[in-house]
């Protein structure tokens, strides 16, 4: 069945260095792909999305790259700062489906 | 604040019971969404609604069901609740139906049963 996953559960990141959230999916039909930021006690923060025609876009800070050929979605986020700390997911769609299918997170923990 | 209102914050509650989770999108928003967080299933989409009819489903367990009102909020209801029910329930809106609708989310219930 279509999955989408994470290669690592948790990432640190000194304050100031550049973070890189990797995930990869399986289902070739999806065509636009979302990454969210969920704070503790929050829900879901949407921080930038990409259609599968393109395959870089970017953001304040942050940065989306998709690699079709090998199905493979990463986010960028630039001059990590505290404020930063929380579990990102990615989550796409397929066709006109509005559905989010979800990955399974990855912790950003941010050091001083 | 994203404009997603849900209601109650915390729910705690008996196996064997029902509850009824509510939601109110955002201003201008017809399409609601509810999705399950659990530790050992992550999140999971559950069933959208479009101007008050069912758009999508997707893992909803026969014990589940959701509707959507004419002023647009929208009430999933839990019945005959299993331990495994327990986790975070969203709901999330956006203005149209479809790929590409931005979804917003609102902050969770937090459901225990004991």
């Known amino acids: 069945g279509e999955s989408v996953g994470l290669h690592l559960p948790t990432l640190s990141v000194q304050e100031g260095d550049n973070s890189i959230i990797n995930c990869a999916y399986s289902?070739?039909?999806?065509?636009?792909f979302i990454w969210y930021k969920q704070e503790s006690g929050k829900g879901p923060q949407f921080i930038i999305d990409?259609?599968?025609?393109?395959d870089k876009r970017q953001g304040q800070r942050v940065t989306v790259l998709l690699n079709k050929t090998v199905k493979h979605l990463s986010l960028q986020i630039a001059a990590t700062q505290p404020g930063d700390s929380a579990v990102y997911f990615c989550?796409?769609?397929?066709?006109?489906?509005?559905?989010?299918?979800f990955g399974t997170g990855t912790r950003l923990q941010v050091t001083l | 604040d994203s404009g997603v209102t849900q209601t109650p914050k915390h729910l705690i509650t008996a196996t064997g019971q029902r509850v009824t989770l509510r939601c109110s999108p955002r201003?201008?928003?017809?399409?609601v969404y509810w999705y399950q967080q659990s530790l050992d299933q992550g999140l999971q989409f559950l069933i959208q609604?479009?101007?008050?009819?069912?758009?999508a489903k997707g893992n909803i367990l026969e014990r589940f069901s959701a509707q959507q009102f004419p002023d647009l909020h929208s009430e999933l209801n839990l019945s005959s609740l299993e331990l495994g029910d327990s986790a975070l329930y969203f709901c999330?809106?956006?203005?149209?139906?479809?790929?590409?609708?931005?979804?917003?989310f609102g902050p969770g219930t937090r459901l225990t049963v004991l």
């Open positions: 999330a809106s956006s203005v149209g139906g479809t790929s590409g609708n931005e979804q917003f």
């Open positions: 289902n070739s039909a999806s065509d636009y």
């Open positions: 990409i259609r599968s025609n393109m």
């Open positions: 989550a796409e769609t397929t066709g006109t489906a509005s559905k989010l299918t």
């Open positions: 201003s201008g928003d017809l399409s």
């Open positions: 609604y479009y101007n008050g009819e069912e758009r």
